[in-house]
């Protein structure tokens, strides 16, 4: 299977399902392993935010809808737009969005995926991403539970079980494929119950929602509106599911099985997925040298070529590699860092250190990615005119830039700086030795 994109840039509009704004929307075609990203052209000098587990938002900050951002630029209710990448397969894109939250359109995927056909979708001759489950992972919350068991396809059983003559019972398992996401699940729609209605909009959400996008349910069933399914609410349930489950980056093969569980504990699995993938890796996996092409690595492929995993992996991608010369990295410095746990808690800063820390890897990425260097690691020796002009604070964007000043087969130096907006806030010379591992 190959990495997919779309074929050429087309647009859509509509109504936020929360904020009530008229949005726009322009996808682009990504270049092969950069993923899926968001930009807010409505704000200045806005920085990408990719849709992966690492940029969602808190739950308390979004509830009912699956979020991603830094401290001061957030995308909202990106889960049906999610679940039809998933569906189309498209591994690769570029979403301009103009306000802060995605279109609710019908309060289903199909919206998506049909504009999406129509751009056409395009193979990129690269291999695609997918990780088979292990062994069996599972979280569960006030009477709610998902887990995932290894299985050599992809499967989701849901259960769906409310206090609501409509919701009880409700049962519902599948081999999931496109062809079978567009047919029994794409076009199932976001629902609520009445009383809840009336609480979320007294909380400021569910401007936009109204009767023809949003399945209210009253005491005595649907409100001026259909079922286009008996059980769509557990279809609509797995619809969510998928899209969350998109922000691994990758598909997956394994069953999940979920019972009564939305958003807050979709994301709680696809965090746990995402750690025992990493273990896997780092056990397992040998370095290799990666073609770049037009010089863009993502953090699955930083980790073949460093040792580092996280929560030491200070690099999010690298945006240019021009081999022997230079390489420009990007790490985005968010409140869920480790270490902000206990460096200045009151008012998080950046360990300078471990700025130092995200340019050696820039740099070890730069001279590591040669075939003659790969399986070798890269040890400091030595670290001359370090300079910190400025903090660094969750919500900015590193840009990690590195030069070569002499590379040869035992011995790396290199020129950094690390820049905010443009603004260098860090800049070193490093030295380091390159040793078989």
């Known amino acids: 299977m190959e990495q997919k994109t779309i074929k050429k840039p087309i647009e859509l509009s509509g109504v936020g399902l929360h904020t009530g704004a008229k949005v726009n929307l322009k996808f682009k075609p990504a270049p092969a392993n950069t993923g899926i990203n968001f930009i807010r052209v409505d704000v200045k000098d806005s920085p990408m935010i990719k849709a992966d587990i690492f940029s969602v938002l808190d739950q308390d900050k979004s509830p ?26 498209i591994d690769n894109i570029i979403t301009e969005i103009d306000k802060s939250e995605l279109p609710g359109l019908d309060g289903s995927a199909m919206g998506f995926i049909d504009v999406l056909k129509t751009a056409g979708i395009e193979k990129q001759a690269v291999p695609k991403k997918v990780y088979q ?23 989701i059983s849901y259960t769906l079980n ?10 519902l398992s599948l081999v999931l494929d496109e062809g079978m996401f567009e047919k029994e699940i794409g076009s199932s729609r976001t629902f609520c119950l009445e009383m809840e209605a009336d609480d979320l909009r007294k909380k400021g959400l569910g401007k936009g929602a109204n009767y023809e996008n949003t399945i209210v ?12 399914f008996e059980d769509e609410f557990t279809r609509h349930k797995i619809l969510d599911l998928l899209g969350d489950l998109y922000l691994l980056g990758y598909g997956i093969k394994g069953h999940i099985i979920a019972v009564r569980s939305g958003h807050p504990l979709n994301i709680r699995l696809v ?4 750690v025992q993938r990493e273990k896997i890796q780092a056990g397992s996996i040998k370095a290799v040298y990666i073609e770049t092409g037009g010089g863009v690595l993502d953090a699955s492929d930083i980790q073949k070529i460093l040792p580092h995993r996280y929560p030491f992996l200070l690099v999010d991608k690298i ?6 010369k230079r390489a420009v990295g990007i790490k985005n410095v968010t409140m869920n860092e480790e270490f902000f746990t206990g460096h200045f808690p009151g008012r998080p800063v950046m360990p300078g250190v471990l700025i130092i820390e995200a340019l050696a890897q820039v740099a070890g990425v730069l001279m590591l990615n040669k075939r003659e260097n790969v399986g070798k690691l890269a040890y400091f020796m030595s670290l001359d ?51 078989d591992a």
């Open 319 to 324: 945006i240019e590699l021009v081999p022997d």
């Open 64 to 89: 009912r809808r699956t979020s991603v951002g830094t401290d001061s630029i957030e995308i909202h209710t990106i889960e049906h737009l999610m679940a039809a990448l998933w569906a189309l397969g």
């Open 271 to 274: 965090d746990k997925i995402s």
């Open 217 to 228: 349910l009253g005491k005595k069933g649907v409100i001026d509106n259909d079922l286009r």
């Open 162 to 171: 409310y206090e609501h003559p409509l919701l009880k019972s409700q049962y």
């Open 385 to 435: 005119r370090a300079k910190f002009r400025k903090a660094v604070v969750p919500g900015d964007q590193l840009r990690l830039e590195v030069e070569i000043i002499k590379l040869k087969s035992k011995i790396g130096q290199v020129h950094t700086k690390a820049l905010v907006n443009g603004q260098v806030v860090s800049e070193a010379d490093l030295m380091f030795a390159l040793v």
């Open 133 to 155: 489950v292990k062994s069996p992972i599972w979280v569960e919350q006030d009477g709610a539970m998902i887990m995932v068991l290894p299985d050599n396809q992809f499967r």
